[in-house]
């Protein structure tokens, strides 16, 4: 049915019009804030609601994809860019995942932002960046993706500087923007080679060229690099990921939908799509799976010395991101969705969760002065606990499903697997159990550290969020079992398996379970018991300690690198030669030139009338003389 | 001898004309030499006076007239009492200024340029000098019927003249009465 | 040379020694009487030309010259009396108030 998939996209959009304009006018009270809630959440649900029918849709058409579009946007020269939507199995997982979490978050939103001065603001936001998400998940060709892609990044920068009357929040804001604008130079110059090539940028069209062999016309490599660039800023990895961690200043909701379910599963999302490209590139898809594993390796260990709770997520999410990448690297485009998919669910409870705790402790982000919660926000704690343990895999878990199979065909694919590869990324899930049952034990377990004052006013949080928590713990248990690389596959193929690895399958997946087995003992051998084995422990390593505590210090590599000489070269050269010298040198030299020049010219007036008449006789002459050559 | 004569009677009218034409130029020069301004005075009266001459030879005698009368008569006369009113508090200024030289570089100049000027873009004379004369009669008639306007505008002119001078006569009686005698 | 050519030689003389006479001398006086030089030298050629045409356009100009000659006259002498009696002197280069 024609104007559907416009419908998805478009009533998020309508909420954002509503609250952004109507939220202040109708002002704070009660009704105001009814209002508010209902358009804020009730229209994102009613576009989850649409798109589980546009999915019963595609199935009943026996999943040919559905194509709407929706206007023509210019017509310049012959071709023709058009606002069209396209609805296949990928963008079915997608939007089911944005409409469906984005829904849940928005709810719970309300909960958590209900003293907030500015709540109708914030949900304004919310449905704006799903507006911007649905854009980019829903659109053909590459340009609706990128003008989906550069709003979702709008929506972050607005939402991550939410509180901006702290310079620090505003800050991170613009850390995240900038770093992806980097980025963003990489997608565009990819889409102007595509068009370049091709002459259209429907996406669709453009795997269909390179099935049938483009790759002689333009080359895939470069394509996919530069693509890959753009997703390296969007989706956090080396060396773009930066900005993820100080995006941490935003809300608690915002950190769950944006920097854990959605916004940076764009580029996972891109490089999935555009399979195509990728399937005939081969050096670049092992630049990909290169570094996502690294990224991935990298943030685990930088995750395991973090003492903010919403950091420590932050770190596990750029990792799990490089799970994913690893995945798109060697071929099995469906495992990175499916990960994707069960990152969604736990990433975001435990997000969430983390809000719990940070709206039960009154605001307290550090673990340091967490501890022995369990007993006092029981349910908060359970949803935590069963989130946690997805994400380490442990089976029968979503995270076990999904991660398993990543490692599997790290291990054996054909395009790209090695075991050079599965080292690192069973290393990482080792450690990536360990710091994550460390956070679980440091916040919940143990004896409390929590400020006494802060303790009288331990609560559990509202329905609207435990209910949410619920939900999201309930999906991280069974959600595994969605097979979701199947149902990808008519779409996109799993790689094929080395032959003679075959037999390495079931120890292999035995082994996953020791590994995550292993990190939930070691976090409790060393966090559950007195806290002088943790504080050995950092002793023994302190120089690797402190170089993980501070992030590597690429922070302020990039500060040295890049920024000081910038601001060097904006200060020395544009501000102080450019503005002050050139610009304003000539304009105050120009009047400078004026005055200088009407003094001179005013000293013609001596004040002595013999030269001026002498002045009227050679004027006199003057003129006679001109008029012998022009009368 | 009577040749001569008769030959210099036939042209006397020329001749005459010549003399006082040069003995104007004369006198004009005399002015730039002359250092006491009384004797300028009285060089530019005798320039007048031959141009007075000059006028008459070529038949506009009320034109002469006019000459003698307004110029030498009113003018040069006004001249001459503030000349003797000033001078008698005076005691000579220096003669010439600082551009001397740069004046007669320039004099030359005018000169040369408008002599040559005038030679080649003389138009050839309908009449003869002196060949149009005219007595008063017509001159006041046509003064009156063609150019009346121009007649009243000049007593306007006239008036506004007396008014300033009035303006300046208050001027001056003012500032006597503010200034201290010195 | 005929006579029109001489005429208008020495009115050319008269004006060109007036403006002299201007540039040169000191004396305010006697700078007003260059002045009424020029204006002589100005009035012959206006008479040469007229004698020319039959109308009496010429003549009317000549006269209107007189007059302005005179209301000029009238006035300058007065302004030259206040700014000898503010000056205290007859000399043009103490008259340079206006510099700059």
């Not at chain 1, 202040?24 to 009270?29: C, E, I, K, R, V």
């Not at chain 1, 194509?67 to 199995?89: M, Q």
């Not at chain 1, 999906?475 to 979701?484: D, K, M, Q, R």
């Not at chain 3, 007003?32 to 003549?59: I, K, P, Y």
Request: hydrophobic content about 55%; proline content about 3%.
């Amino acid at each position: 049915m024609p104007g559907v998939l416009t419908a998805i996209v478009l009533l998020p959009l309508l909420g954002f019009l509503l609250n952004g304009v109507l939220a202040t006018q109708l002002g704070g009270n009660v009704a105001g804030k009814r209002f508010v809630t209902a358009v804020g959440c009730g229209l994102p649900l009613l576009a989850f609601a649409l798109a589980i029918k546009s999915v019963l849709d595609l199935q009943a058409g026996g999943y040919v994809p559905l194509v709407e579009t929706a206007y023509r946007w210019a017509l310049i020269g012959r071709s023709s860019f058009d606002v069209a939507f396209y609805f296949d199995r990928l963008t079915a997982i997608m939007v089911l995942v944005v409409t469906g979490v984005g829904s849940v978050i928005h709810i719970y939103s309300v909960g958590y932002m209900a003293h907030d001065k500015s709540f109708g603001r914030f949900f304004a936001y919310l449905n704006l960046f799903l507006f911007f998400m649905l854009l980019l998940v829903l659109g053909r060709s590459l340009l609706v993706l990128f003008v989906g892609w550069e709003g979702v990044g709008l929506a972050s920068y607005l939402l991550i500087g939410f509180w901006f009357d702290d310079l620090a929040n505003a800050r991170a804001g613009k850390k995240a923007f900038i770093t992806n604008r980097v980025g963003d130079a990489g997608f565009l110059l990819g889409m102007f080679v595509l068009y370049q090539a091709f002459g259209t940028l429907d996406m669709d069209r453009i795997n269909a060229a390179f099935g049938v062999g483009a790759a002689a016309v333009v080359p895939a490599t470069l394509v996919g690099v530069l693509l890959f660039i753009g997703a390296t800023g969007k989706s956090a990895q080396i060396p773009l990921h930066v900005w993820l961690p100080d995006a941490m200043a935003g809300p608690t909701p915002v950190s769950a939908l944006i920097h854990a379910a959605t916004m940076v599963t764009a580029g996972v999302y891109l490089v999935a799509r555009m399979s195509g490209v990728y399937l005939q590139a081969p050096e670049a898809s092992m630049l990909i799976a290169v570094i996502g594993v690294a990224t991935a390796f990298f943030a685990a260990t930088i995750a395991i010395t973090q003492t903010d709770i919403k950091k420590v997520l932050a770190y596990s999410t750029i990792s799990q991101l490089g799970f994913m990448f690893l995945a798109l690297g060697v071929g099995a485009y469906g495992v990175a969705i499916f990960h994707l998919v069960t990152h969604a669910f736990f990433k975001a409870c435990l997000f969430l969760g983390a809000g719990s705790v940070i709206h039960a402790l009154s605001g307290e982000q550090d673990m340091r002065k967490m501890g022995g919660l369990a007993r006092k926000i029981p349910v908060t704690f359970v949803t935590f606990a069963v989130a946690t343990a997805a994400i380490a895999g442990i089976p029968p878990l979503a995270g076990f499903f999904s991660k398993d199979e990543i490692l599997w065909y790290a291990f054996a694919s054909t395009q790209g697997g090695s075991p050079l590869l599965w080292l690192v990324a069973a290393a990482t899930a080792l450690m990536t159990a360990f710091y994550m049952f460390r956070l679980l034990w440091l916040t919940f377990l143990g004896n409390s550290r929590v400020d006494p004052e802060v303790e009288h006013h331990v609560h559990e949080s509202p329905l609207s969020m435990t209910g949410v928590l619920v939900l999201l713990a309930v999906l991280s248990a069974v959600g595994g079992f969605i097979a979701v690389p199947h149902f990808l596959a008519p779409q996109l193929p799993l790689p094929a398996v080395h032959e003679e690895l075959e037999h390495f399958e079931t120890p292999l997946l035995v082994l996953s379970v020791v590994l995550a087995l292993v990190g939930l003992a070691a976090a409790a051998f060393v966090f559950g018991g007195p806290p002088a084995r943790a504080e050995g422990l950092r002793r023994r390593f302190a120089g690797l300690h402190r170089l993980l505590t501070g992030k590597y210090f690429i922070d302020e590599l990039y500060e040295r690198l890049i920024g000081e000489p910038l601001v060097w070269v904006s200060d020395r050269v544009f501000l102080r030669l450019g503005d002050r010298r050139i610009l304003d040198g000539t304009l105050d030299g120009m009047a400078a030139l004026g005055r200088r020049g009407g003094a001179l010219l005013g000293r013609v007036q001596t004040g002595s009338l013999h030269l001026y008449a002498w002045f009227v006789a050679l004027g006199i002459v003057g003129a006679l003389l001109w008029s012998w050559h022009h009368v | 001898m009577t040749a001569f004569l008769d030959g210099l009677l036939g042209h006397l009218d020329t001749l005459l004309l010549v003399v006082f034409a040069l003995s104007a130029l004369t006198a004009a020069t005399l002015m730039i030499f002359l250092r006491q301004p009384m004797r300028v005075a009285m060089a530019l009266i005798s320039t007048m006076v031959f141009l007075g001459g000059i006028y008459g030879l070529l038949g506009v005698h009320f034109i002469a007239a006019f000459q003698v009368l307004i110029y030498v008569g009113a003018v040069m006369v006004f001249m001459v009492y503030v000349i003797m009113l000033l001078e008698v508090r005076e005691h000579g200024v220096a003669r010439y200024s600082g551009l001397l030289l740069p004046g007669v570089a320039g004099f030359a100049m005018v000169l040369g340029a408008i002599l040559i000027s005038i030679w080649r873009a003389l138009p050839a004379p309908n009449k003869a000098t002196g060949g149009a004369a005219f007595g008063i009669g017509k001159f006041s008639v046509s003064f009156l019927n063609e150019y009346w306007l121009q007649f009243e505008l000049t007593s306007v002119l006239l008036v506004a003249a007396v008014v300033a001078a009035l303006a300046v006569i208050r001027v001056s009686r003012r500032t006597d009465r503010t200034r201290p005698h010195g | 040379m005929d006579r029109t050519q001489m005429l208008l030689a020495v009115a050319i003389g008269l004006f060109s020694l007036g403006l002299l006479g201007v540039i040169v001398r000191r004396n305010v006086l006697v700078m007003l009487m260059c002045m009424e030089l020029m204006l002589n030298g100005v009035n012959l050629s206006l008479v040469t030309f007229a004698q020319q045409t039959a109308t009496t356009a010429g003549a009317v100009l000549v006269f209107l010259t007189f007059v302005v000659a005179t209301a000029e006259i009238a006035l300058a002498i007065p302004i030259v009396l206040l700014l000898v009696r503010d000056k205290r002197t007859l000399d043009l280069d103490a008259y340079s108030d206006l510099k700059g």
